[in-house]
């Protein structure tokens, strides 16, 4: 890792805007080029990360035990949540759709927030360890975290199109909400955090 | 006004380098470059993590001012038609984009509805009606007021567009009715189809550090 440290952009006290690619001096809090706003604060960017994976694993909870869905069917009401459906997908030889449900609504938010803690952990403690990988790990989470919105259109349409009366009716439950609101937050904690934060401690010697 | 910021920005900016080549910091891996001018078809890798710096794709700007265009017209259209119909037990429904929207809307869960239609129809729409604005002004070579403003809410804006993921969206929920109901496609839904492949066209395109070097160039002259 050594011999990144005089190339780093942060080890001589400059940083990159996300929008325009310019190159200004650490510590501005607004792009001179372009205006948006910089991460600026080192604590605070941390701070926030975790405010946002707080929140979402709050909102992880409801979006995941309670209905998603109410299905009406003949007059006979069931709700069933996220779990749920992806049984009853697999149940009735669906296997793929289960799966692809089952990767973006449960495992990816859950995998995002794991990985965002421990990156969030990893720099708290001013860890040098395999910094390259944990910077592609960072960028893999943001890449994919949009991707578990998928449940979220999926309820939208079945609501939207299943409304039959007695016969047939979809109503969304309130889990729907708390998903996508979810998803949006840890979508806001990935933006939160700074992968530069991650290496710090390679510059040490000559960065802020 | 954004131009005259601009010219600040740049001479801060030339101040600070010292060899020829504008410096450039890798996003991936935060690695300090001297960035050259690239050529039609060239593309800059990081040296150290291989991350795609900057790619001047030929035509870019005519392209995306026309698949913009295009992607915007399709948007229309996938609201004027049915979108999706459903017939069960000898009952049959279609309903068009917005109604579907509106039905959201109505189910006590006005929330859900609005995070709908501000990911598939406004923030697409916003995205696409922005390059427009930016790449027919840069295609002319002169900048219009506000295009670094709009040009730096496009990009911001990338990641909340979330159309392709509404068309997955659509699939699975297909797979999932097609048991129990037969499921149509209307028009509509084949234009906002087309709407998306535009859409992710000029997406693809879209390159942070060209497009800014070329606003940095017409605001210097």
Same mark, same amino acid.
């Given at each position: 890792?050594?011999?990144?440290?005089?190339?780093?952009?942060?080890?001589?006290?400059?940083?990159?805007?996300?929008?325009?690619?310019?190159?200004?001096?650490?510590?501005?809090?607004?792009?001179?080029?372009?205006?948006?706003?910089?991460?600026?604060?080192?604590?605070?960017?941390?701070?926030?990360?975790?405010?946002?994976?707080?929140?979402?694993?709050?909102?992880?909870?409801?979006?995941?035990?309670?209905?998603?869905?109410?299905s009406?069917f003949?007059?006979?009401?069931?709700?069933?949540?996220?779990?749920?459906g992806?049984?009853t997908l697999w149940e009735h030889g669906s296997e793929?759709i289960a799966?692809?449900?089952?990767?973006?609504?449960?495992?990816?938010?859950?995998?995002?927030?794991?990985?965002?803690?421990?990156?969030?952990?990893?720099?708290?403690?001013?860890?040098?360890?395999?910094?390259?990988?944990?910077?592609?790990?960072?960028?893999?989470?943001?890449?994919?975290?949009?991707?578990?919105?998928?449940?979220?259109?999926?309820?939208?349409?079945l609501?939207?199109?299943i409304?039959?009366?007695?016969?047939m009716?979809i109503?969304?439950?309130?889990?729907?909400?708390?998903?996508?609101?979810?998803?949006?937050?840890?979508?806001?904690?990935?933006?939160?955090?700074?992968?530069?934060?991650?290496?710090?401690?390679?510059?040490?010697?000559?960065?802020? | 006004?954004?131009?005259?910021?601009?010219?600040?920005?740049?001479?801060?900016?030339?101040?600070?380098?010292?060899?020829?080549?504008?410096?450039?910091?890798?996003?991936?891996?935060?690695?300090?470059?001297?960035?050259?001018?690239?050529?039609?078809?060239?593309?800059?890798?990081? =040296?150290?993590?291989?991350?795609?710096?900057?790619?001047?794709?030929?035509?870019?700007?005519?392209?995306?001012?026309?698949?913009?265009?295009?992607?915007?017209?399709?948007?229309?259209?996938?609201?004027?038609? =049915?979108?999706?119909?459903f017939s069960a037990s000898?009952?049959?429904?279609?309903?068009?984009?917005?109604?579907?929207?509106?039905?959201?809307?109505?189910?006590?869960? =006005?929330?859900?509805?609005?995070?709908?239609?501000?990911?598939?129809?406004?923030?697409?729409?916003?995205?696409?009606?922005?390059?427009?604005?930016?790449?027919?002004?840069?295609?002319?070579?002169?900048?219009?007021?506000?295009?670094?403003?709009?040009?730096?809410?496009?990009?911001?804006?990338?990641?909340?567009?979330?159309?392709?993921?509404?068309?997955?969206?659509?699939?699975v929920s297909f797979v999932k009715i097609v048991t129990i109901a037969d499921v149509?496609?209307?028009?509509?839904?084949?234009?906002?189809?087309?709407?998306?492949?535009?859409?992710?066209?000029?997406?693809?395109?879209?390159?942070?550090?060209?497009?800014?070097?070329?606003?940095?160039?017409?605001?210097?002259?």
């Amino acid at each position: 890792m050594t011999e990144h440290t005089p190339s780093s952009a942060l080890a001589q006290g400059l940083q990159g805007c996300e929008i325009c690619t310019s190159v200004g001096p650490v510590g501005e809090d607004h792009c001179e080029c372009c205006g948006a706003t910089l991460h600026s604060g080192w604590d605070v960017s941390i701070q926030h990360t975790w405010a946002w994976l707080a929140t979402s694993a709050m909102l992880y909870l409801p979006a995941n035990f309670l209905p998603i869905t109410y299905s009406r069917f003949l007059g006979k009401e069931t709700e069933s949540t996220i779990l749920g459906g992806v049984v009853t997908l697999w149940e009735h030889g669906s296997e793929p759709i289960a799966v692809i449900i089952l990767i973006a609504s449960v495992l990816v938010p859950l995998g995002k927030m794991t990985v965002l803690a421990w990156l969030c952990l990893s720099v708290q403690q001013g860890s040098n360890f395999a910094v390259a990988q944990k910077t592609k790990l960072y960028r893999v989470t943001e890449y994919v975290g949009r991707w578990s919105m998928i449940d979220v259109y999926v309820v939208g349409i079945l609501v939207a199109l299943i409304q039959l009366g007695n016969i047939m009716t979809i109503r969304p439950g309130v889990a729907a909400v708390a998903f996508a609101a979810m998803v949006v937050t840890t979508m806001f904690a990935a933006h939160a955090f700074d992968p530069r934060l991650l290496w710090a401690e390679v510059g040490k010697d000559s960065g802020k | 006004m954004s131009a005259a910021n601009y010219k600040k920005a740049t001479k801060t900016a030339d101040s600070m380098v010292t060899n020829t080549g504008a410096q450039m910091v890798c996003h991936e891996c935060d690695l300090l470059l001297g960035m050259p001018a690239l050529e039609f078809g060239q593309k800059a890798f990081c =040296p150290r993590c291989n991350f795609l710096l900057a790619a001047n794709r030929p035509h870019a700007l005519s392209l995306m001012f026309a698949f913009a265009v295009a992607g915007l017209g399709f948007l229309l259209l996938a609201t004027a038609f =049915p979108f999706l119909g459903f017939s069960a037990s000898g009952q049959e429904r279609t309903v068009t984009l917005l109604q579907s929207i509106a039905i959201l809307a109505t189910e006590d869960l =006005p929330s859900l509805a609005a995070i709908i239609f501000t990911s598939i129809v406004a923030i697409p729409a916003a995205l696409l009606a922005g390059i427009i604005y930016v790449t027919g002004a840069l295609n002319n070579n002169r900048l219009l007021p506000g295009t670094v403003v709009t040009l730096r809410w496009v990009i911001m804006l990338v990641p909340w567009s979330m159309a392709e993921i509404f068309l997955i969206g659509i699939l699975v929920s297909f797979v999932k009715i097609v048991t129990i109901a037969d499921v149509s496609f209307g028009m509509s839904f084949w234009s906002y189809v087309l709407f998306t492949v535009c859409l992710t066209i000029v997406v693809l395109y879209l390159d942070k550090r060209e497009l800014w070097s070329r606003v940095k160039m017409l605001s210097n002259d």
